[in-house]
């Protein structure tokens, strides 16, 4: 077992709201542990470039609030090579750089397991992503922000839906998970919901809008289409059924990369903070290789290579009842 | 001068946050003056259907804050014929309605002129409309509520952007006016805005971020492109400037109608309530084709050919240059 | 078992965001499931004045979004007497209503437990309160919604504790739970947090936000107390630490009833939802006197006289010991 | 006239959303005129102290967004002293500093007026306070954003009350100032408005509250009461209504500090650029002692003694009238 004195933190992939307030926590526990922290831009980018910086607690103050993250997030293909993640373990020893913390999804956790093998240093994971699509944890950081910021957008465009007897076609994120669509569709009264888990006919989408519209509650529907829905997004959704469903308006809104900015809520920066100590801590205690996630009200971990090669998706089944009841 | 016992209020065009609070100042401010009001849904199209209910204090009750309209708007082209203005003025007529007070933008206002001198019915207009390019008033009911909603999502499009390094274009509403697009291209900081006034070279916008990017400014450019922009709008000017200007990460961003809603701002509804209220005094007055307005602070009237008849722009020119200078 | 055809649905105690999203939900998963629904308003007060209507799809119609109770609640002492709710009873016969859902708090579930069992008629229980104090659910209707509008004023707050280097002390709900204060707490920043289930003296808390100033941490510190504190509320704690602490401009705000309202949240929407359509499918299997609730991600049932007997605390040690180390 | 090479820029007084928006024009606009500017922290006290920092265009970055004053702001007694004057001239001459921008309300003006007239410094004045009671500009920073968030705050206080049949008194801010509570009070749909300007006879708030009542309109009465009027502020209010009139629950809310903070909405950004632009534009023109504001859609200027001799309420008489017309 290693003995920390200083520990790596860094953000991958794409970014979410809380990932500062994960940044704050991971700072702040290893000071208050003694330890000290160095901040790696751009995540792996940032470790192939040394482009490290030193944290101080004055370095997290007032980011808890803040969208984005500090560190930057970057793509990288380089670290997928041996060569690079050669060079990258050089410039994370010449750091003093004992152990990592992760803040990412999917690929971020992969190289992050790549690397500790390889070079034997310890790393822990904290799920961040606002598709709320990892093993391990019933919330990943930013998704409750980016489903606020759905349903604002959804309650602003029902205003204007309603005025003008409108069906709106509304694109929300999520390639391969439904999440943020379902929920944010729930909770935003949608008439319909389309899925990456789920084929929807348009004739049923159809079928579906009709019986609405003869229930007298045509005036403002809302079709809510994730972006890795299988008929091509919400642009091609709405053309198939114009093509056989005269009676509407039909407006498409992309909503698009906004969905990853805005002031995280509390659910999000509680979580973070929560989580972002919790990997100080499991670092301190010997532990490597693991995710930190929520169960409930619990903190829990995970084997790292468990959280990667399992896939959870939190589509309850209540849920995809729900929504076929509560249009009516 | 006709003795008004009954007043029609309506509105029609595009929704605009603000109808609510106006249609309620409207309602009030005539029940105050012992007056009837009968409420017209969906514009001139209601008035075709003799679409018709009575308004009581009741009726406009916790509204002031919705977005939309409760009464609803529609486009109306029978209206725009001989016969089907007949027909409009029958209903009115039949329902007892003495003069109207119409709460729209510019094809509002040439309906409600028409009208109001093919049948010699007092009508007052109220600018209604996002775009704020209507003649006789600083304002129009709408405008800064839609400001504020694209200020929010570039203000969130940053976030993401400033993490990433890449340059965003954000399409926003005005197929004529660039008033949305000056206005929170300023606010939001934008490094570049594009509007329909006047015509922005590819090749020179390339230029003005290459000089940001030289003064090490390049990781959250944001350019706002106004949907009537001469380049053809975000799409096409992301397009053009990707071909060029290989740099970036470029991603686009289509606001559409959630500009349209949401709960007006406190500057929209006190504009709304003073226009409301003033409507129905000028119809006291025995005025007739006029629009309300404010200027500065004081409300001001408008001959409603005069206001019809030109054009508006409220780009001062010290906002054009200041765009230049504050994206340095 | 009852023959179920009609139930009654009614809010009661202290109102919470998302009770509306719940009679929805309530009102569609009985329609689609062939019930009828009665609104009962004002809680118990109206089962005793008979105060009912008839819900109907449209009765919830756009009503997901809106924070407060279109049903209204109350106080009820009489409702605590054999008369009172003998009176109810023959109330709730005379309208037909075989089964209840009652959305409220701990008096609402005391209340529905002695109704239940006096006069046999099934009863589902859903947590709503702000204050997430209700055992048997993660988490209860509203309390998501409060600890978003708390940070809103923090964050304001900070903004101008920052740029004049100030001591606020925030007072918010929670008289016999400090979920609200320690989550909102932690996600605000927070230098210090009072809470009911701690006593905390004035002397170490002035020692901590010394220890803080000497750090050079002064220029913003927040302290939020929980009104239930131990030391009386923020007014008192202010002017006790302001005896011994000379340096800081204090300021104290106190928050009150806004925390009870606004929109509420995607995550009480989608709950409100799913324990809305969970009661009705719940009083269909047979099921009496049991609340709805969350446990992760899964819905589950607690008998009702468990859920009265025993108090949950949300307040997990790992978040205790984290609001010391992140105010480093 | 001085060949003005380096300008300092400083806010003073309470902070108000838009200073920060505003210190970024100042400071952009002068590195593109080619000057330099110091930014001077706390205000008076911070020349005092000789509190300088050098600005580039990056200290500016991404702060157009935030609430607050990254300059930071003091009250300064000792600059109202000669000697404290001779102190804080002989730092600003060591740091080579020509001319000042002051962001900041009264207090601010009139030790920028002194100041210049005593040392022959140029100093342009522009108007930065909540309360929007300064004379030669419509519209004061800040003043937008606060009306803003009392809406906001009585829209949530509108969902619990009109649940509970409840009344409330609400304090905003306004010590010698109705704007921001006739303004919010309008917006907010309130039902009696109590104004410094203005007495209001107990009585006959009662007499307006019980007619509303009457017409049906209890469940939702809200009184807006600015902190300066002259019955002493809404806790007493509440407690002088409550004596005659015992029919409601009633609760009071204090907003307190909250009301200063936030991101500025989309109309102070703008009016802060073009402010701070103009202020750098006027110093360059040779202009001295001068403060610059808006009137209408255009850009002012007004001579700094006249602007501090003059009050300038903005309570149009028609929004004093409206207020009873609308309430009803």
Same mark, same amino acid.
């Given at each position: 077992?290693?003995?920390?004195?200083?520990?790596? &933190?860094?953000?991958?992939?794409?970014?979410?709201?809380?990932?500062?307030?994960?940044?704050?926590?991971?700072?702040?526990?290893? /000071?208050?542990?003694? /330890?000290?922290?160095?901040?790696?831009? !751009?995540?792996? !980018?940032?470790?192939?470039?040394?482009?490290?910086?030193?944290?101080?607690?004055?370095?997290?103050?007032?980011?808890?609030?803040?969208?984005?993250?500090?560190?930057?997030?970057?793509?990288?293909?380089?670290?997928?090579?041996?060569?690079?993640?050669?060079?990258?373990?050089?410039?994370?020893?010449?750091?003093?750089?004992?152990?990592?913390?992760?803040?990412?999804?999917?690929?971020?956790?992969?190289?992050?397991?790549?690397?500790?093998?390889?070079?034997?240093?310890?790393?822990?994971?904290?799920?961040?992503?606002?598709?709320?699509? @990892?093993?391990?944890?019933?919330?990943?950081?930013?998704?409750?922000?980016?489903?606020? *910021?759905?349903?604002?957008?959804?309650?602003?465009?029902?205003?204007?839906?309603?005025?003008?007897?409108?069906?709106?076609?509304?694109?929300?994120?999520?390639?391969?998970?439904?999440?943020?669509?379902?929920?944010?569709?729930?909770?935003?009264?949608?008439?319909?919901?389309?899925?990456?888990?789920?084929? *929807?006919?348009?004739?049923?989408?159809?079928?579906? $809008?009709?019986?609405?519209?003869?229930?007298?509650?045509?005036?403002?529907?809302?079709?809510?289409?994730?972006?890795?829905? !299988?008929?091509?997004?919400?642009?091609?959704?709405?053309?198939?059924?114009?093509?056989?469903?005269?009676?509407?308006?039909?407006?498409?809104?992309?909503?698009?990369?906004? !969905?990853?900015?805005?002031?995280?809520?509390?659910?999000?920066?509680?979580?973070?903070?929560? $989580?972002?100590?919790?990997?100080?801590?499991?670092? @301190?205690?010997?532990?490597?290789?693991?995710?930190?996630?929520?169960?409930?009200?619990? &903190?829990?971990?995970?084997?790292?290579?468990?959280?990667?090669?399992?896939?959870?998706?939190?589509?309850?089944?209540?849920?995809?009842?729900?929504?076929?009841?509560?249009?009516?």
């Amino acid at each position: 077992m290693v003995n920390i004195k200083r520990i790596g &933190v860094f953000t991958s992939g794409g970014d979410a709201p809380g990932m500062n307030a994960c940044i704050r926590a991971v700072v702040r526990t290893a /000071l208050y542990e003694k /330890l000290s922290v160095t901040g790696i831009y !751009q995540g792996y !980018q940032g470790m192939l470039d040394g482009n490290f910086t030193e944290m101080t607690s004055r370095s997290v103050s007032n980011i808890i609030q803040l969208g984005g993250t500090i560190l930057k997030t970057a793509r990288c293909l380089e670290f997928k090579t041996k060569e690079g993640r050669a060079k990258a373990y050089e410039n994370v020893k010449a750091a003093g750089i004992d152990a990592l913390v992760a803040i990412g999804g999917d690929g971020t956790f992969t190289g992050a397991d790549f690397f500790s093998k390889e070079y034997d240093i310890p790393v822990i994971c904290i799920p961040g992503t606002i598709d709320n699509d @990892l093993y391990g944890s019933d919330f990943t950081l930013g998704y409750d922000t980016a489903t606020n *910021t759905v349903i604002e957008a959804i309650d602003k465009i029902r205003d204007t839906a309603a005025s003008h007897e409108r069906l709106f076609f509304i694109e929300v994120m999520g390639r391969d998970s439904g999440c943020i669509a379902l929920n944010a569709g729930i909770a935003g009264g949608a008439e319909a919901i389309l899925l990456p888990e789920k084929e *929807t006919a348009i004739d049923e989408l159809i079928a579906h $809008l009709s019986a609405a519209d003869g229930r007298g509650k045509k005036s403002s529907s809302i079709v809510i289409v994730a972006e890795g829905d !299988q008929n091509g997004g919400a642009y091609n959704v709405a053309k198939k059924v114009k093509e056989k469903f005269d009676y509407y308006d039909t407006k498409v809104s992309i909503l698009g990369h906004l !969905q990853r900015g805005g002031s995280p809520s509390s659910f999000d920066r509680v979580l973070a903070s929560r $989580l972002g100590f919790a990997a100080v801590k499991e670092l @301190l205690k010997g532990n490597n290789r693991m995710t930190v996630g929520v169960r409930g009200n619990e &903190v829990v971990t995970t084997p790292l290579e468990e959280a990667i090669n399992n896939k959870e998706y939190k589509l309850s089944s209540d849920m995809l009842e729900l929504v076929q009841v509560l249009a009516i």
